[in-house]
């Protein structure tokens, strides 16, 4: 199985729990913070040449933004890339890729 068919099928048993979660016995609120669960718990795609923020990489590293920023300032993590127009540091995919894999490597 692809690694995308694979993630289609993990959505659909997400959407598939989220369902019956949604009966009127439960609440709302706590089905929706469930499938936040659920869905964090899906792999993120990570593209070597794209550009990700603070948060988004933080996402796919399964920490907090401010953790990521933590780091950052202490010269941790996957190198950042600042961008010319001062908007802030955006990490490459291929770095954060290296980034996991040296955490891998180191555990």
Not at 38 to 59: C, E, F, G, N, V
Not at 67 to 86: H, M, Y
Request: hydrophobic share 35%.
């Amino acid at each position: 199985m692809t690694a995308a068919a694979n993630m289609n099928t993990n959505l659909e048993d997400v959407f598939r729990q989220l369902d019956r979660r949604l009966s009127p016995e439960h609440r709302f609120a706590d089905a929706l913070v469930q499938m936040e669960r659920d869905l964090s718990a899906i792999p993120m795609r990570i593209d070597d040449d794209a550009l990700y923020s603070t948060k988004q990489t933080a996402a796919r590293l399964s920490i907090s933004h401010r953790t990521l920023e933590g780091w950052r300032s202490r010269g941790k993590g996957p190198k950042v890339t600042k961008l010319l127009d001062n908007s802030g540091v955006r990490y490459r995919g291929k770095h954060i890729r290296e980034f996991i894999e040296a955490c891998e490597a180191w555990a």
